[in-house]
């Protein structure tokens, strides 16, 4: 059986991680995981109230992504998540054990980013919240597995960006000549 393979869409909140994801997931006909679906409560009011989160507080959540990958990795099932992913620690703890891992890390201009957090309509996570994502980013090393790229312009656009760099665009025309039977 060949290894999974999980794709984990990274960035500051307003990047395009879930509009990316959803595609790649739909496209790759993949298991998709909104990350923050597994944010404890607590961390979700914390954040409401423009509480930065902590190490410590990130840490159950990139837990129990880890959980997610490591049911889908034992059923041979490839996926696709959303998850900030901003520092390094983050990024190996994710990684440990799981070595069909890739990070695709959106990046965005911080004004388009606080204009997409300022329009954005019934998410917990406030404009305020960005500063201190920014000033956390550890963006990707050239020795971590994953590409950067730049998450402005047409989604379709950005997605085929994101396949070609992930060395995936293979996988989406099988999976699309699979549809089609």
Known sequence: ????????????????????????????????????????????????????LTDDDRGPWLEAIGRWLDVRRAAGESAVVTCSALRRSYRELLRAGRPGVRFCHVV?????????????????????????????????????PGVTLDGDGPPDRVVRAALDALGLADVAHSAEDERLR
Do not use: C
């Open 1 to 52: 059986m060949r290894e999974p393979l999980f794709v984990i869409v990274m960035g500051v909140a307003g990047s395009g991680k879930t509009t990316l994801a959803t595609s790649l997931a739909d496209v790759l006909g993949w298991d998709f995981l909104e990350g923050d679906s597994l944010h404890p409560p607590a961390n979700i009011e914390q954040m409401a109230r423009g509480t930065p």
């Open 108 to 144: 965005n201009d911080p004004a388009v980013l606080a204009e997409r957090l300022g329009s954005r309509q019934g998410h917990y996570m406030p404009s305020s919240l960005l500063a201190s994502q920014l000033a956390t980013l550890e963006p990707l090393s050239p020795d971590e």
